[in-house]
C-alpha cells in the first residue's frame, strides 16, 4: 500500500509563473518530509526539506508548506523557470534509520 | 555536494547472466541504499545497509544480493538476470544524522536484460 502519493502525475505552467505541487501521505509517524527533482537518465538531487514540528520552510525560490492534520505538504517554485522541468518526487521518513517512502512523481514541464 | 559514483550507467546484457552494480561514495557516510525505479513510479527501496557488514533487505522484495565491506563501497549483484529485471537502480547515502534524513542519490544504472 502506497503511503506517499502523488495523485498529478504532471503539470505544466508557464516560465515566471508559480508551479504547485501536491504530496498527500497516510502514515501518521512520519515525521520528516522532503522533496526531490530528477532529470533523465539521472538519479535524484535533493531539494528541499521539512520536519513535523515545522509548517514552513524557505530555500531561495522554493518552499514547502506542510500541514500535519491534513497528512498533506506541498512544493512552490516560483517564479517557474524552464531549467526546472523535470520529475518532482516527495519522500517521507518516520523511523530514526531514516528510509524513504517516495511517491510516484509529478512531471513538471515550464513553459516559454 | 554528495560524491557518489554508479558504474556502468547503461547495461544491455542477456538472460542468465551475472551482474555486478557498482556504487561507491566519497563522503564517509554510512548509510548507504538501493533503489529501483521503473518510469512513472516510485522509487523501491531494495536494500540498505547503516554501516560495514551490515545489510539489510528493504520493501520490495529483489532477488539481488548486497554486501559492504567497505564503507565507501556497496555493491549490488544478480547472479542470473533475467527480463523482469529491466530497470533502473539508483545508489544513495546518507550521513547518521539522527534528526536529518536527506540522501544523496548517484546518476544510476539503466538495465535492459535480453
Known amino acids: 500500500d502506497q503511503q506517499v502519493k502523488q495523485n498529478s502525475p504532471s503539470l505544466s505552467v508557464q516560465e515566471g509563473r508559480i508551479s504547485i505541487l501536491n504530496c498527500d501521505y497516510t502514515?501518521?509517524?512520519?515525521?520528516?518530509f522532503l522533496w526531490y527533482k530528477k532529470y533523465p537518465a539521472e538519479g535524484p538531487t535533493f531539494l528541499i526539506s521539512?520536519?513535523?514540528?515545522?509548517d514552513k520552510n524557505e530555500d531561495g525560490r522554493f518552499t514547502v508548506f506542510l500541514n500535519k492534520s491534513a497528512k498533506h505538504l506541498s512544493l512552490h517554485i516560483v517564479p517557474s523557470q524552464p531549467g526546472d522541468s523535470a520529475v518532482y518526487f516527495c519522500?517521507?521518513?518516520?523511523?530514526?534509520?531514516?528510509?524513504?517512502?517516495f511517491g510516484s512523481g509529478t512531471q513538471v514541464v515550464v513553459t516559454p | 555536494e554528495a560524491d557518489i559514483y554508479q558504474t556502468p550507467r547503461y547495461l544491455v546484457i542477456g538472460t542468465g547472466k551475472k551482474i555486478t552494480l557498482e556504487c561507491s561514495q566519497t563522503?564517509?557516510?554510512?548509510?548507504m541504499y538501493w533503489y529501483q525505479q521503473d518510469p512513472g513510479m516510485e522509487l523501491h527501496l531494495i536494500h540498505y545497509s547503516y554501516g560495514v557488514n551490515s545489510t539489510e533487505k528493504g520493501d520490495l522484495s529483489s532477488e539481488s544480493t548486497v554486501s559492504r565491506i567497505r564503507t565507501e563501497h556497496f555493491p549490488l549483484t544478480l547472479e542470473s538476470a533475467r527480463p523482469s529485471h529491466t530497470s533502473q537502480y539508483l545508489c544513495a547515502s546518507s550521513p547518521n544524522l539522527p534528526t536529518r534524513h536527506e540522501q544523496f542519490f548517484g546518476p544510476g544504472t539503466r538495465l535492459t536484460v535480453l
Open positions: 563522503m564517509g557516510h554510512d548509510k
Open positions: 502514515n501518521s509517524m512520519f515525521d520528516y
Open positions: 521539512i520536519s513535523s514540528i515545522k
Open positions: 519522500a517521507a521518513s518516520g523511523d530514526s534509520w531514516g528510509k524513504l517512502q
